[in-house]
């Protein structure tokens, strides 16, 4: 007998007769497998071997693929800091100790259904707004940050209403609850619920009445505005197109699409296709001005979410953006729209988000 196809050693012999035995073959019994000849169970041990084999190359291509999973799951988790807190209604703050939704939104009677007397022939007629907007009507104020008149804003004047989007309007209906000087407080206590990280302490909530001691105290806010716009190109912006009259697009961007990679947790990660024709902030016929709403969402204040998924976030922010972490994240947020501050732009392509 050859060989080379039977081995001698009886041991041996026995391990292919088990393995023919265990899987024989349609039509083959246990019994006739034990009556074979050497040579013939030895090429069925081959062909089950073969068969075995096919086999556990489907299984690995199978694991593969979950691995592979497993790991783009893991990759995005890591580039995300922070953690989502899955015990926490993410209206946060806003649920206005209980008032919820009403709190801003009256079902009926607009500022009435909150107990609120006004007159205001538009009240609670756009976004059913349940707080007094009179004392703000037609006031002109100056967000500021370089010293300058260069940020005036002037707000709707009474019965001028045309629509709860329109980005003036939306300022109004912020400062309604957010002034605190010209606009009564309500529902607020005048300091975040968050403590703020590293330094400690609360930040003022009334923006109007922020007990820094300043003559005019928007001066000290972050510009909005018809004339703080995000642009395109130059030596402080995105390498992006579009900006002012037309939505900007970051996708194809060689700094602008590294920083969205960089930072998944982007609010210019938005939008179908993504990152493209993104709008802002409509004043006139600006549409990527920048309004309260640009960087802050209202009805979440512990989780931003875009076409990436979910992020931590923190302080109603739109985007990953938990400074706690003692990352980069916070700087992450701010460099959205503050291009010439990015690693992108300093050549340095591989920082991820912490």
Not at 157 to 163: M, N, R, V, Y
Not at 195 to 202: D, E, H, I, K, Q
Not at 222 to 228: D, E, Q
Not at 316 to 342: D, K, L, M, W
Request: aromatic share 8%; glycine share 12%; net charge negative.
């Amino acid at each position: 007998m050859n060989r080379e196809i039977v081995p001698e050693i009886s041991s041996r012999e026995e391990f292919w007769r088990t393995m023919a035995a265990e899987k024989p073959g349609p039509g083959v019994s246990s019994a006739l497998v034990s009556a074979l000849p050497r040579s013939a169970v030895c090429f069925r041990a081959v062909e089950v071997l073969q068969h075995n084999s096919m086999e556990v190359m489907e299984v690995m291509k199978k694991t593969i693929l979950v691995l592979f999973a497993v790991v783009a799951a893991t990759s995005l988790a890591m580039a995300q800091a922070g953690t989502i807190d899955q015990n926490t209604d993410v209206l946060g703050a806003h649920l206005g100790y209980g008032r919820g939704c009403i709190m801003c939104h009256a079902p009926h009677s607009g500022p009435g259904g909150n107990g609120k007397s006004v007159n205001d022939s538009q009240a609670g007629e756009f976004a059913l707004w349940g707080q007094d907007l009179t004392p703000l009507y037609g006031k002109t104020l100056t967000f500021s940050g370089d010293g300058a008149n260069t940020y005036q804003v002037t707000l709707p004047a009474q019965g001028t209403l045309t629509s709860a989007h329109d980005a003036n309007t939306i300022i109004l209906f912020c400062l309604s609850c957010h002034d605190g000087n010209v606009a009564p407080a309500t529902h607020m206590t005048g300091t975040t619920v968050e403590t703020l990280p590293v330094v400690g302490g609360n930040a003022p909530t009334f923006l109007g009445k922020d007990g820094t001691g300043a003559t005019n105290p928007y001066q000290n806010d972050h510009p909005v505005g018809g004339n703080a716009i995000v642009t395109c190109g130059g030596k402080y912006n995105w390498d992006c197109t579009g900006g002012n009259t037309t939505g900007i697009t970051m996708a194809g961007a060689t700094h602008g699409g590294q920083f969205l990679t960089n930072y998944p947790g982007s609010f210019w990660n938005t939008g179908t296709p993504n990152a493209t024709n993104i709008t802002l902030a409509t004043f006139g016929t600006t549409v990527t001005a920048v309004t309260c709403t640009t960087c802050h969402d209202q009805h979440s204040m512990t989780v931003f979410a875009n076409n990436n998924g979910s992020f931590a976030t923190s302080f109603f922010i739109r985007g990953n953006y938990v400074p706690q972490t003692g990352g980069n994240n916070a700087a992450q947020f701010c460099r959205n729209c503050h291009a010439a501050e990015s690693n992108e732009l300093h050549g340095v392509n591989g920082v991820p988000t912490t």
